[in-house]
């Protein structure tokens, strides 16, 4: 047992030692052996330039938090091994590294780490001359232990307080623990009484949501630029979409290159039919193209612009100390990672969504996410195409139509949508207004027959703008839980009112699971079956009419004012940026999750419109709810009070007198 003393004496010795201790990359070079695989010998980070500073992070005051989001074959389990080793051998501190089960960790010390210990010289110098001190799970050296730890010890590792911790695929111990971000907390929680602490995370991302992308999104965000062998631009490699360069005029960093356009590629005549690709066509032609000059990037010119990479950082790190970074599997220059094998890895995941996700997470070194990108303009115009009506903005359609009000704090969205015969919604128009003055001019302008407003912020207000014109306006509150829709024609909305209001009037007030809706309006949104891919060259095979088109939506009983691309840009991104994610959990269990956006007005606008008009019958969804609700305000009437207020006109009245 260390006592507490003798700690902080070793704490204080290791801070003044660290302006003699060298580069942890150069250290290992000469000091860690590896003596498994191909590539038997010292280890040579030449290969792997971009593993030398997150291993300095070790020694670099200003980081914390080293966060990594890394494709596969990128050497993360090495930077984590020497990220160890330079702890105990060179700071003199103790570190833990955390698996997602005990086992994990065993056998990778059995396997991997010992072995490395053994072969390197120096190293094994530092092993305790008591063997038992040398253990699978804890190994002692003569200055600090290094401690494998399963993610469920929580007890083991509350009480070993560390001021160095290691995580190699956090997604996994988030799995394990069935949770997504406690792990890390845990972790931090146990290193917090050392100054200088360290924390390692390396691994792929899931979703957005999960632990490594959201630990990427805190830090400084850093790219690995390497220089183009043509015009010299330092860049980074990225399969499709936007790349950050060093602009060689500014010095800026600045992104460059179109979102959905492929940066490698490939013969599109290489393609037999929908499904399979002559991939013997695909390895001779694939090649990477550069984001400025467009010139043809090769495999054997990899190796040359690797030696001028540099780490940069996008964006100011949003917590102290903590760096990120990602990298794809476009880097390496093992023949597992060459473009035509990245290239063939990419064809042959198209066939499914988890083969796709696994491409996605680990190769691209991205966060799955099965729906829209909406920063990609050219797929949502395509989208939009689908869902395009007959009809121009604010002209009307339908037998019925309704007014949705979106209620935020400074003002209101709203949203009018026609309901026609067959069940068919389309959306009329939509918009902005200032407060509920404006909007009960717009309702008397419009004349829907029904107005219904999101009661979840400015609740009360909602609530008497509601009860001003309770025959024809109702309220609505979104749950995350509970029946799809559940009517309440008797809310008091003056409960412990002093006005005297209390008991006198009642509204209508529907509480919906916004959940059930939202799949209900995703469903006539997106095709049954979307298509998940599009390849480069892709208008080229991808033509016809989208009537024949078998990515158009099945059901169409959702259409959007035709000129809305050009009308109301805003709100087409609003409708798209909302969606479920399907995806494979790191256990392999399927699971779906909502990916909602803080912009997203008028998809829950949309999906409220469903569902007041299936309540109203106005929809196929449920005619019959109409009748219910008849029955039900019928009732309800006949206990109100005589109606005081003049009523606008122009509906049909919920409330018949
Ligand atoms: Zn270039």
Redesign the pocket.
């Known amino acids: 047992m260390v006592s507490a003393a003798s700690q902080l004496e070793e704490t204080i010795a290791g801070y003044f030692d660290l302006a003699d201790i060298p580069p942890i990359d150069r250290w290992a070079e000469r000091a860690v052996y590896i003596p498994f695989g191909e590539k038997r010998g010292f280890i040579d980070l030449d290969e792997t330039p971009w593993a030398r500073e997150p291993i300095n992070s070790l020694v670099d005051p200003e980081v914390l938090v080293e966060a990594g989001v890394y494709g596969s074959q990128l050497a993360k389990t090495t930077q984590a091994t020497i990220v160890a080793l330079g702890s105990v051998a060179l700071l003199r501190q103790s570190l833990v590294w955390m698996w997602p089960k005990e086992g994990a960790g065993r056998s990778f010390s059995t396997g991997r780490f010992q072995p490395i210990v053994n072969a390197s010289p120096e190293l094994r110098t530092m092993k305790p001359d008591n063997h038992d001190l040398f253990k699978n799970l804890e190994l002692h050296f003569r200055h600090g232990t290094v401690k494998f730890v399963g993610s469920h010890s929580r007890v083991d590792q509350k009480s070993n307080p560390v001021p160095v911790t290691i995580v190699d695929e956090i997604e996994d111990i988030a799995a394990a623990t069935e949770k997504e971000t406690d792990p890390i907390t845990s972790l931090e929680e146990r290193s917090k009484t050392f100054t200088d602490r360290k924390m390692f995370l390396f691994g792929s991302c899931l979703l957005e949501s999960g632990p490594a992308w959201q630990q990427y999104l805190l830090g400084d965000q850093r790219h690995f630029l390497i220089p183009?062998?043509?015009?010299?631009?330092p860049?980074s490699l990225e399969f499709r979409g936007p790349v950050w360069i060093r602009n060689l005029k500014s010095g800026e960093i600045e992104q460059a290159g179109r979102s959905g356009d492929f940066r490698l590629w490939w013969d599109p005549a290489a393609r037999i039919d929908e499904h399979n690709w002559d991939f013997e066509a695909v390895r001779k032609t694939a090649v990477y193209t550069?984001?400025?000059?467009?010139?043809k990037?090769r495999d054997e010119h990899k190796r040359s612009m690797l030696k001028g990479g540099v780490w940069v950082p996008t964006t100011r790190a949003k917590v102290y100390g903590h760096r990120s970074r990602r990298i794809n599997s476009l880097y390496p220059v093992w023949a597992a990672t060459s473009y035509a094998a990245f290239a063939i890895k990419f064809l042959s995941s198209t066939s499914s969504a988890a083969k796709l996700q696994n491409f996605t997470n680990n190769w691209e070194a991205k966060p799955w996410t099965s729906g829209l990108d909406i920063s990609d303009k050219d797929a949502v115009a395509k989208r939009l195409g689908y869902i395009l009506g007959a009809h121009a903005r604010g002209e009307r359609t339908g037998a019925h139509t309704l007014l949705l009000i979106d209620v935020q704090r400074t003002h209101l969205v709203w949203a009018r949508f026609g309901f026609g015969d067959g069940g068919a919604v389309s959306l009329i128009d939509c918009g902005y207004t200032r407060d509920f003055d404006s909007l009960r001019e717009l309702d008397d302008q419009l004349a829907p027959d029904f107005v219904a407003a999101d009661a979840r912020y400015r609740t009360q207000e909602v609530y008497a703008a509601v009860h001003e014109r309770r025959n024809r306006w109702i309220a609505i509150r979104g749950e995350e839980k509970g029946a799809p829709l559940s009517p309440n024609y008797n809310f008091d909305p003056f409960t412990g009112d002093r006005g005297g209001r209390q008991g006198m009037f009642v509204i209508t007030l529907v509480h919906l699971n916004t959940y059930s809706w939202g799949e209900e309006f995703l469903n006539r949104l997106y095709p049954a079956k979307e298509n998940l891919v599009s390849y480069p060259g892709g208008a080229s095979v991808a033509t016809g009419a989208a009537a024949a088109d078998p990515e158009a939506p099945r059901i169409r009983d959702f259409t959007v004012f035709g000129d809305m691309a050009r009308t109301a840009p805003d709100f087409v991104r609003q409708l798209f940026s909302t969606f479920l994610i399907e995806y494979i959990d790191p256990k392999g269990k399927p699971r779906s999750r909502w990916k909602e956006s803080k912009e997203d007005h008028l998809f829950d606008l949309c999906k409220y419109a469903y569902a007041i008009g299936s309540m109203l019958g106005f929809t196929r969804i449920a005619a019959e709810a109409r009748k219910v609700f008849e029955a039900a305000a019928a009732v309800s009437a006949a206990k109100q009070p005589e109606l005081s207020l003049s009523q606008p006109s122009g509906g049909t009245p919920i409330f018949r007198q």
């Not at 183009?228 to 631009?233: E, W």
């Not at 550069?290 to 010139?295: H, K, N």
């Open positions: 183009c062998p043509d015009c010299g631009t860049q550069c984001a400025v000059c467009s010139a990037i």
